[in-house]
């Protein structure tokens, strides 16, 4: 069981109460939010300084390679997150077992376009196996998607692969014609090349969408 003395949340959790569940296209059954997640003992929050003894870090394993990620290279990250101010990382916690078992992030961008505008990015989407069936995974997109426009994004933009687009079209995110490349250069391999991966609404590995609010974006993506 993890008992600290202090915790320190990324972000405001009182962010979190505000958001209007009914403003969003999906369909629950039975009807869920941030504030009511279904389970007594299920809690929607912001990632907090302690979730390292929760195995958060051990959830997004589920989703693509962690590393060996150390206690201080985790609070050195929450920190860095912390004090800039564009990070968002909300988790859903079992409490009966004080363990992480939903997440996701959202990044903001700062624009000189659209009157110096922020433009909110989806990534990082993850359910803890054992836990799919009580509507997390679309508990958590909603979330954060409600969250984007509360904080005055203009839209969320995110890369998924094929598979997960009806899921994400069930929550309102659409393929936009015309513009569902994804195109990626990594610096993580021996020699890193241009990857270029292209897409239409039915075929190819990779997807990008641009969403106003109700147009959304697809998460569960590397």
């Given at each position: ?13 009182s ?20 504030a ?9 929050r ?7 003894d ?30 800039s ?6 988790v ?6 004080n ?24 990534e ?12 997390l995974?679309?508990l958590i ?15 969320m ?15 309102g ?19 890193p ?30």
């Open positions: 069981m993890v008992q600290h003395m202090q915790e320190t949340f990324l972000y405001d959790p962010l979190l109460v505000q958001l209007d569940f009914h403003r969003s296209p999906a369909n629950f059954k039975p009807f869920i939010s941030a009511n997640p279904g389970e007594p003992w299920m809690k929607v912001p990632l907090k300084d302690t979730d390292y929760r195995g958060f870090l051990q959830l997004l394993s589920q989703l693509t390679a962690v590393g060996n990620v150390t206690r201080t290279q985790f609070l050195t990250r929450f920190s860095q997150m912390k004090a101010g564009d990070y968002f990382v909300t859903i916690e079992d409490t009966r077992k363990e992480i078992i939903g997440a996701a992030s959202l990044v903001l961008e700062r624009k000189f376009i659209h009157n110096c505008a922020m433009r909110a990015r989806l990082d989407v993850v359910v803890n196996d054992t836990y799919r069936g009580k509507q995974g679309k997109v909603v979330t954060v998607s409600l969250l984007a426009e509360h904080l005055g994004c203009y839209k933009t995110l890369d998924c692969k094929d598979k997960l687009i009806k899921f994400y079209e069930s929550l995110y659409v393929l936009i014609p015309g513009n569902s490349n994804s195109m990626t250069i990594r610096y993580d391999e021996a020699a090349t241009l990857k270029r991966n292209t897409t239409s609404a039915g075929a190819g590995d990779a997807c990008q969408t641009n969403s106003q609010f109700y147009t959304f974006f697809s998460p569960f993506c590397y």
